[in-house]
């Protein structure tokens, strides 16, 4: 549907990693779809790596799978959240009307023709749970999901994100003292802040600008954009992003 947004963000389950695609678009319209069950399917991977999860070998046949149950859910009436992959196992998640044999005996007949064998659970589920518990993402986990688009945005451009750069930050403020506040942590943790100004563009808010040199790589960024990120929250404000110039 044209409300549909998949994304896509890592998170640790269990002490192993974890790999999430969701629907982020499917929030807004999720309390109006008359589905009252939800429907988790296991598929145990053949070969997962030693961290869990698959390999590139197997990513390719499991995917496809994926794909053919998201249209055999739609085609009974269901719809498809999402995927988790962890520990071994790929979990493809859906919300379906009561009474749903028909609709395991084709996904079972699916996966069998793939040469997998999958554990299909369903559960009464009025409140959605399966979505807002099991594939939404927390603050944190959305922040690193952004940090990663926007990696991948400049690498394709041509960056190269094991390169050190000087990277700026955004932090909004209701009021002086709050930005004032965050920005004198800013200095002490060792951040460069190049600016504190009321932010017109943005209404009657203040904006704190500041700077530190790093890389791109996912863990540097998200160690960064993770902690500005909590520490705004904590003082009343809010994390706007990062920017970076394309590094060759």
Do not use: C
Request: hydrophobic share 40%; aromatic share 8%.
């Amino acid at each position: 549907m044209a409300e549909d947004a998949w994304r896509m963000y890592f998170a640790e389950m269990g002490g192993l990693p974890a790999s999430i695609v969701f629907n982020d678009g499917i929030a807004k319209r999720l309390g109006d779809l008359p589905l009252t069950h939800a429907m988790k399917i296991r598929i145990p991977l053949k070969s997962p790596r030693g961290d869990g999860m698959t390999t590139r070998e197997e990513s390719g046949p499991v995917n496809q799978l994926d794909e053919t149950f998201d249209k055999i859910i739609t085609e009974h009436g269901g719809e498809y959240l999402g995927r988790v992959t962890n520990n071994g196992s790929r979990w493809v998640l859906a919300l379906i009307p009561a009474g749903p044999r028909e609709l395991e005996a084709a996904l079972n007949a699916a996966a069998a023709a793939a040469g997998y064998a999958p554990e299909i659970h369903v559960e009464a589920d009025p409140e959605k749970s399966v979505y807002w518990q099991d594939l939404y993402p927390t603050e944190d986990d959305r922040q690193v999901m952004v940090d990663m688009e926007v990696q991948g945005a400049l690498q394709q451009q041509g960056d190269d994100p094991a390169k050190p750069r000087e990277i700026g930050h955004w932090v909004y403020f209701q009021e002086e003292t709050a930005a004032q506040g965050f920005a004198q942590w800013a200095r002490d943790t060792g951040y460069r802040v190049d600016s504190i100004a009321p932010a017109p563009e943005a209404g009657p808010l203040w904006l704190v600008r500041m700077t530190h040199r790093g890389t791109l790589q996912l863990n540097d960024i998200s160690g960064h954009s993770l902690t500005i990120a909590r520490r705004a929250r904590e003082g009343g404000g809010q994390y706007d992003g990062w920017e970076s110039p394309v590094t060759v």
